[in-house]
């Protein structure tokens, strides 16, 4: 989802992954601690964390201080995201929460790996994703002023999942389309993250929506 290098011709896929798994277990350290952490502080850390992605954007060819950023928003990323997923818990239950996070994890990887292997270039789909989550979230911001029918927000909801199945798909098709380098690698892992974690919520908002109905 977050824009990086696509000059490079290089593939270091081994770095790659191996930076994701450990940028996911700074997130998970970050979920448990998520319990103990104050509401007043989320938003505070929502918009650390949209700072720290600006930060990276900028940064991105000092590979020392892209790691340190990456790692440190995507700890926070897990303190944030434990309300979120608490909420999900208590309305539907930790079963189908877990069916969902399975559902995403599945799909996710499907779509990884037919983008990685397709021949397909699928790099024409970035202006209509950034369009649409353009317009995602300023949906979201209305809806926030003016209540919305539960049709209405389920569609929402499967739009958002739409958008980022798109991104998926776009996001790792470019690796294999043009390359990157090692200096990329923190950036594109927080593409990655972000790509999954919103599909996910998507998912979840969607089944809470309907559980509801």
């Known amino acids: 989802m977050v824009e990086f290098a696509?000059?490079?011709?290089?593939?270091?896929?081994?770095?790659?992954f191996g930076a994701l798994f450990s940028g996911l277990l700074a997130t998970t350290?970050?979920?448990?601690?998520?319990?103990?952490?104050?509401?007043?502080?989320?938003?505070?850390?929502w918009f650390l964390e949209m700072g720290m992605i600006f930060m990276m954007m900028f940064v991105?060819?000092?590979?020392?201080?892209?790691?340190?950023?990456?790692?440190g928003f995507m700890f926070i990323s897990?303190?944030?995201l434990y309300s979120a997923i608490n909420s999900y818990v208590s309305l539907l239950g930790a079963s189908l929460v877990l069916q969902a996070f399975t559902v995403t994890t599945v799909s996710f990887g499907a779509i990884a790996v037919y983008?990685?292997?397709?021949?397909?270039?699928?790099?024409?789909?970035?202006?209509f994703l950034f369009v649409g989550l353009i317009a995602l979230v300023l949906l979201q911001v209305f809806s926030i002023f003016i209540p919305v029918s539960s049709m209405t927000a389920q569609i929402y909801s499967g739009i958002g999942i739409l958008i980022f199945?798109?991104?998926?798909?776009?996001?790792?098709?470019?690796?294999?389309?043009?390359?990157?380098?090692d200096e990329d690698i923190p950036m594109i892992v927080v593409s990655i993250y972000l790509d999954f974690v919103n599909l996910f919520l998507y998912i979840l908002q969607?089944?809470?929506?309907?559980?509801?109905?």
């Open 115 to 127: 983008a990685m292997v397709s021949k397909r270039d699928f790099s024409f789909l970035g202006g």
């Open 6 to 16: 696509t000059r490079a011709v290089r593939k270091p896929y081994s770095k790659l």
């Open 165 to 181: 199945v798109g991104y998926t798909l776009f996001d790792f098709n470019r690796l294999t389309v043009h390359g990157f380098t």
């Open 29 to 45: 350290v970050g979920l448990y601690l998520g319990q103990y952490v104050s509401d007043a502080f989320r938003l505070p850390l």
């Open 206 to 213: 969607f089944i809470g929506i309907g559980s509801k109905n």
């Open 78 to 80: 897990g303190v944030t």
């Open 60 to 71: 991105r060819k000092r590979k020392a201080v892209g790691y340190l950023l990456m790692y």
